[in-house]
């Protein structure tokens, strides 16, 4: 059905950078990576605002530096070219709000952050009622969390073919989250009330496994006492995600292509084949191209799988990925299990975007989880999260080598070991703790050797960003002594 939903444009330059909003909750805005919506603009405050989102929409400020301001939706001022039409600057109108006190917020009415403006608007977007046991439920709440533009790209392709009945192959390391791109094409589908099935291809056995998909006739085999519909006759209707593909048996490989071709299935022990609708979503962490010239895998069922095929990178490809994602799973986990969600320190954040993280999506959710379990009340720091057991050796190229054309800005090792971090936290504590920015560019260049462009991607923005900064904080570049 037709559906209203909010939004919240943000005008950067001559850019526009729209945020969905949920139907209910708190939003948080600031600078800072760990907050819901990340402006990364000088006078924008690490924490600077709180929306209160349900029936209505309320701001609340958050003590930041250079102030929140509502400007009502009839105030006029001097055009300015927001990158979507023309805008109204509402520079000097509008009352700055009072600190932790909120106000509401109306349609089209403006909010100025510093010296970034943002418009609260509404448009129609179809949305499709789930099943209310399903989980595909959290799929949403994770999209958002999902800013690198290497994720933002895949995910962008899943929805784009979700609206067809297109076979889709999704690869990946594992643990990169191709389960959860396969459940974001099944629910933005018109499929997304009927079942989502899921299947892992190597956790059965091939006499198992075949009976389990297509099912079987009474006296079929040995034990079978009557008749069972396979999974995809129950599925009938839905999306079926083969996880895994790559580890079928061949007997099942030719089965599944007649059924991708046929859309018919034929029971064990039956000549009599069925027909089906579903929509199939395959996956695998192989190279099947390999799989096809060593024999292990059809060539022709690889041709009928990957009618489109999308690459979900792994976590360490796509780092602006990795707080949103953590803040993500610390929140689920603190909240199901009834505990305060502790704050990361700026180390931990550092050590969070320059470990490997060889298990990918999977492994950041079991360090966030573990780190809240163990850790003793206030801030996470470095040692919660037990990351400093991987060696130096296992971190990825582009934190142990320059790339090509790349050198090294001064002589200190590109990475930081475990006793260097330790180091940097212990130089961090004694710093003023008036500048929390000016404390995580120093870490950061610390924990890179110096390296600009190293430092800049730990946290977040570019080179260009970085080096204003440091002029902007009166610092040394690091080809001079810090």
Not at 99 to 109: A, E, F, G, I
């Amino acid at each position: 059905m037709e559906e209203l939903k909010r939004e919240l444009v943000f005008y950067l330059g001559r850019a526009a950078h729209t945020y969905a909003l949920p139907d209910a909750g708190r939003v948080r805005v600031g600078r800072a990576p760990e907050n819901d919506i990340q402006v990364d603009d000088p006078s924008v405050s690490r924490q600077h605002l709180c929306l209160h989102i349900g029936a209505n929409i309320q701001v609340e400020d958050l003590g930041s530096a250079n102030g929140t301001y509502v400007v009502p939706s009839g105030s006029d001022g001097p055009a300015v070219d927001g990158g979507e039409g023309t805008r109204r600057n509402k520079d000097l109108v509008g009352s700055r709000l009072s600190t932790q006190t909120p106000v509401p917020l109306k349609l089209r009415d403006s909010l100025r952050l510093g010296s970034v403006f943002a418009e609260l608007q509404i448009r129609e977007r179809v949305s499709r009622s789930l099943p209310p046991a399903a989980p595909v439920g959290e799929i949403p709440e994770l999209d958002r969390r999902v800013v690198d533009p290497a994720t933002v790209q895949s995910f962008e392709l899943a929805l784009r073919v979700a609206s067809s009945d297109l076979t889709v192959l999704l690869t990946g390391e594992t643990g990169v989250g191709k389960e959860i791109l396969a459940e974001t094409i099944h629910s933005n589908s018109a499929r997304s009330d009927k079942p989502f099935l899921r299947l892992n291809c190597a956790a059965l056995a091939e006499s198992l496994l075949e009976s389990e998909l297509f099912g079987h006739e009474r006296g079929a085999f040995t034990g079978a006492l009557r008749a069972k519909e396979g999974l995809l006759e129950a599925t009938n209707g839905g999306t079926v995600f083969l996880d895994e593909i790559g580890e079928l048996p061949a007997g099942i490989q030719a089965k599944l292509l007649r059924v991708l071709e046929e859309r018919k299935v034929t029971r064990v022990g039956s000549s009599t084949p069925r027909p089906i609708d579903v929509r199939f979503v395959a996956a695998t962490n192989r190279d099947l191209r390999q799989d096809v010239a060593a024999g292990k895998f059809r060539k022709d069922l690889l041709f009928r799988i990957n009618a489109v095929t999308i690459l979900i990178p792994p976590l360490r490809d796509r780092p602006l990925d990795i707080a949103p994602l953590a803040l993500h799973f610390l929140s689920l986990f603190c909240q199901k299990n009834a505990l305060k969600v502790p704050q990361l320190s700026e180390l931990s954040w550092l050590r969070l975007r320059e470990h490997p993280w060889p298990g990918n999506v999977r492994e950041l959710r079991n360090v966030i989880e573990r780190a809240a379990f163990l850790h003793q009340g206030g801030p996470l720091l470095p040692e919660h999260l037990a990351l400093d057991a991987w060696p130096n050796s296992s971190r990825r190229r582009s934190e142990s080598e320059p790339a090509a054309g790349e050198r090294y800005e001064d002589s200190q090792p590109p990475h930081a070991t475990s006793a260097r971090v330790l180091e940097i936290s212990r130089a961090v504590s004694l710093a003023p703790k008036t500048d929390d920015d000016r404390q995580r560019m120093l870490a950061a260049l610390a924990s890179c050797g110096g390296n600009q462009t190293r430092a800049a991607k730990l946290l977040g923005f570019s080179r260009r960003t970085l080096v204003n900064r440091l002029r902007q904080y009166a610092l040394p570049r690091p080809k001079k002594p810090l």
